[in-house]
């Protein structure tokens, strides 16, 4: 049993299967949730209408947090702003830089390990196909 009789389907999947939970590719989320509220004036912050001060940088938020406040729910990270008009404090989601960076070069790392993993199975490929032709040819030349 040769591995061409399988295709590449079923290794596809299982190596996507394998690191899919590792990576964590699709956890993006919208910073804003639209409720179907009709009034602005309730739903627009302090920081979407005047100026702000950025209290404390983006952090990231504790499980608890991220269950009970709607900030934390859009993106795992929060930020204290400080409004400087109205004197009010409040939070508003952000995305970690860090976190940012951590994932491009896991998805960039992934990337790599698949496309050599690819390369040399069309190498491999390449081979068969080219010793099947030559078997071919040899076997035409001793029917002549």
């Given at each position: 049993m040769n591995l061409s009789s399988f295709g590449a389907l079923p290794f596809l999947w299982m190596g996507w299967s394998f690191y899919y939970p590792y990576f964590g590719f699709c956890e993006g989320a919208p910073f804003k949730q639209e409720d179907g509220i009709t009034s602005n004036a309730e739903?627009?912050?302090?920081w979407e209408i005047e100026e702000f001060t950025v209290q404390q940088e983006c952090t990231r938020c504790d499980d608890y947090?991220?269950?009970t406040e709607s900030e934390c729910t859009f993106s795992g990270f929060?930020?204290?702003?400080?409004?400087?008009?109205?004197?009010r404090v409040e939070y508003r989601s952000c995305r970690s830089a860090t976190e940012e960076e951590l994932k491009f070069w896991k998805f960039e790392g992934s990337m790599l390990s698949f496309g050599t993993v690819f390369a040399i199975l069309v190498l491999f490929r390449q081979r068969t196909l080219d010793r099947r032709a030559e078997y071919k040819v040899l076997q035409q030349i001793e029917a002549i």
């Open positions: 739903r627009q912050s302090c947090t991220k269950k929060v930020e204290k702003i400080n409004c400087n008009h109205s004197r």
